[in-house]
T-cell receptor
Framework: GDSVTQMEGPVTLSEEAFLTINCTYT??????LFWYVQYPGEGLQLLLK?????DKGSNKGFEATYRKETTSFHLEKGSVQVSDSAVYFC????????????FGRGTQLTVWP | EAGVTQFPSHSVIEKGQTVTLRCDPI?????LYWYRRVMGKEIKFLLH????????ESGMPNNRFLAERTGGTYSTLKVQPAELEDSGVYFC?????????????FGPGTRLTVT
């Protein structure tokens, strides 16, 4: 069945470090891929998305490229800030009209000044 | 514009008791989703409403869970009787329409602890 696997956390970085959070997926058809972020005390927010192979989603300095050949959608940021500390979730939508999302386990990121 | 709200934010109940969670979607959003995250695991889909109708309830774990969306506005999720394994964070999300083209907006979640 459809599933998402993302790297185990927690991830701890110093400010201005480079961030990569790995995400791979298993899905039939042509899924759309998402990264959601949950800041402390808040709900999940859509960070970025990509709807077809080779698309790059980007937002707030974060980027992820939809790689169909490696079934991956890794999240990257060149220089993290303390305010990026949050839980990051990779997710997919299998492309139906229903909109059900399949999530990974989440990766806790802590950035120290 | 108000976002998705959920009530309560936390609930601690004993095994065997009943709990009802509420979700108020963004006004005008016909699609409403319930998800659950058990500690340390992935967020799992529970069910999907379109207006007041259940479009997909394949993620509901068992018949102790009952979801309703009267009048196509707010939704409730009742757990009766609660078991220890029901502990987790229950998220509600809403969207204008179904499918990947429409962003799902999530509420802050209800943290349920069953002791």
């Amino acid at each position: 069945g459809d599933s998402v696997t993302q790297m185990e956390g927690p991830v701890t970085l110093s400010e201005e470090a480079f961030l990569t959070i790995n995400c791979t997926y298993t899905a039939t058809g042509y899924p759309s891929l998402f990264w959601y972020v949950q800041y402390p005390g808040e709900g999940l927010q859509l960070l970025l998305k990509a709807t077809k192979a080779d698309d790059k989603g980007s937002n707030k300095g974060f980027e992820a490229t939809y790689r169909k050949e490696t079934t991956s959608f890794h999240l990257e940021k060149g220089s993290v800030q303390v305010s990026d500390s949050a839980v990051y979730f990779c997710a997919l939508d299998r492309g139906s009209t229903l909109g059900r999302l399949y999530f990974g386990r989440g990766t806790q990121l802590t950035v120290w000044p | 514009e108000a976002g998705v709200t959920q009530f309560p934010s936390h609930s601690v109940i004993e095994k065997g008791q009943t709990v009802t969670l509420r979700c108020d979607p963004i006004s005008g959003h016909d699609n409403l989703y319930w998800y659950r995250r058990v500690m340390g695991k992935e967020i799992k889909f529970l069910l999907h409403f379109v207006k007041e109708s259940k479009q997909d309830e394949s993620g509901m774990p068992n018949n102790r869970f009952l979801a309703e969306r009267t009048g196509g506005t707010y939704s409730t999720l009742k757990v009766q009787p609660a078991e220890l394994e029901d502990s987790g964070v229950y998220f509600c999300a809403s969207s204008l329409s179904g499918g990947a083209s429409y962003e799902q907006y999530f509420g802050p979640g209800t943290r349920l602890t069953v002791t």
